[in-house]
């Protein structure tokens, strides 16, 4: 295992960018907070203040609200046809298009995210997001109902309303596009709330959506804490509906705040332990590729990540050892570094919570085959780590970790490595490793899980609905199902003959 220095950006010739929107965003314009109070976020990579972010609460939340609220009841976008709004959107996307390199530089500064994970995935996926929803919005369409001989009926799809928006730290791009872009498909206008740890994105996509043509007041992006900013969307009396991506502990409070106030629906994408099931057949070179980079990519920060890794005990022995082997040329380092293969994890606190995890797996008895120990001077970098002899009530086979830990598991049969697979609170996703077909059939039907890979992993698409079960939360990202989200389904009957009831 490998560590580079944190001067990648300057030896690969990378710009750093200059962080040009610290402001809210609200009504169409750049503002300071109401308290006037600004947080600092940092650089992973160093730890050093990075940039000096307005702090949003419920005073800037109510002003923005109430500039949806105006935009969505009296304003355009939601008048617009479809092919308007879908015209608007393009342009969007263009200019993502033109500042792609910038933007992505900005995500490892901000997240600690390789430079060319952050080009080639996240940007690439955002623009395509965009485009997707984009070429959705002239696409919306009710049903017509034939009731009786006197009776017709159809059904309107019309825009759920001012939706509110709070998205996490390790995809800061691709939540806010997932988020924002089917809202602004089906004529919602919107409040963000951006993590405050990855708060710089979110702000300039805001930017570029309005010099695209999208109308004041319909992207609002409020930078600041969950327990402030955060809540007062969650428990707005006028915003119609909360879209939330993050831990299942701030999700049922989320949900719970929504149901206090106004009652308004939610989405949650929660938390997730996936597994993947590794059987005799697979090839073993490409099962340990697959499970690597399943558990570490995105620097282990990842909701879908498969952190628990069952493996057939006919080649169990092997996996390890190659497993092993492979990780010994696996590079930790400054994600602006082309070599690197893992940058730093996104703060000081995540990266002391993974290291205590690495610290009780060891005390449960657990084997650390690989890794787990601080990596480099200065920033946030922790070696992967590789657990073997897991047990499954040990804290690292339950617990999300949210960072660079892997536990290998043996089982023996298709039956057991059903029951082990659900043996978990989550159930957001799962992969399969196999060439026999029965089998893939009889696991995608048996684990409970809202999206399951066979034979790959981490590939994902727009048209890909995603969202969990059990406390992975309900609803969701991606598809049109995540466009028919933010929609009501209103009904209509009239008589089919123009005559009076009596």
């Not at 119609?240 to 929504?258: I, K, L, N, P, Y």
Request: net charge negative.
């Amino acid at each position: 295992m490998e560590k580079e220095g944190n001067n990648g950006a300057a030896e690969n010739g990378i710009k750093i960018p200059e962080i040009k929107f610290t402001q809210l965003f609200i009504n169409g314009s750049f503002v300071d907070s109401v308290s006037g109070r600004c947080y600092e976020t940092r650089d992973p990579r160093t730890g050093e203040v990075l940039a000096s972010v307005a702090e949003g609460d419920k005073a800037d939340v109510d002003l923005a609200v109430a500039a949806a609220r105006q935009a969505f009841d009296h304003g355009k976008w939601p008048r617009m046809s479809g092919y308007e709004r879908a015209e608007i959107m393009i342009r969007f996307a263009d200019l993502i298009e033109q500042h792609r390199d910038e933007l992505a530089a900005l995500e490892c500064l901000d997240a600690g995210k390789l430079f060319s994970m952050a080009n080639i995935i996240d940007l690439e996926t955002s623009i395509r997001t965009i485009r997707y929803y984009a070429g959705a919005a002239d696409k919306i369409h009710g049903e017509t109902l034939k009731m009786s001989r006197e009776l017709q009926g159809y059904t309107l799809k019309e825009p759920i309303g001012v939706v509110g928006h709070i998205i996490p730290w390790n995809f800061p791009s691709i939540m806010f596009a997932i988020k924002v872009a089917p809202a602004l498909a089906a004529g919602c206008t919107t409040v963000v709330k951006p993590a405050e740890l990855t708060p710089l994105t979110a702000l300039y996509y805001a930017y570029l959506a309005h010099k695209a043509g999208i109308p004041e007041g319909v992207i609002n992006v409020v930078t600041g804490f969950g327990p402030t900013a955060g809540a007062a969307i969650a428990s707005h009396m006028d915003i119609d509906m909360v879209s939330f991506t993050g831990s299942t502990a701030v999700g049922r409070f989320v949900m719970e705040a929504a149901a206090k106030s106004n009652l308004k629906p939610v989405s949650l994408e929660l938390g997730g332990k996936s597994p993947l099931v590794i059987f005799d057949d697979a090839d073993i070179d490409k099962a340990v590729d697959i499970a690597r980079d399943a558990t570490f990519f995105n620097n282990g920060e990842a909701c879908i990540a498969a952190s628990r890794i069952f493996v057939q005990e006919g080649i169990y022995d092997q996996f390890v050892q190659r497993l092993a082997e492979r990780m010994k040329s696996w590079v930790v380092g400054d994600p602006f570094d082309p070599r690197v293969q893992q940058g730093p994890q996104v703060d000081k606190v995540q990266y002391e919570k993974i290291l205590q995890y690495i610290e009780h797996g060891k005390r449960e008895g657990a084997t650390l085959l690989t890794g787990g120990k601080p990596c480099g001077k200065r920033g946030y970098y922790i070696e992967p780590a590789v657990f073997t002899d897991v047990k499954d009530d040990m804290l690292i086979a339950q617990d999300e970790i949210f960072g660079p830990v892997m536990s290998v598991m043996k089982f023996k049969t298709t039956e057991e490595a059903i029951e082990r697979a659900n043996n978990t609170r989550y159930g957001l996703a799962a992969g399969v490793i196999t060439k026999d077909i029965d089998t893939v059939n009889r696991l995608t039907r048996s684990i409970r899980a809202g999206l399951i890979w066979v034979n790959c992993y981490f590939e994902m698409d727009a048209d890909l609905s995603f969202g969990g079960f059990k406390i992975s939360g309900f609803g969701k990202d991606s598809g049109l199902d995540a466009l028919n989200k933010y929609m009501h389904v209103k009904s209509v009957v009239m008589p089919i003959y123009n005559t009076p009831w009596l």
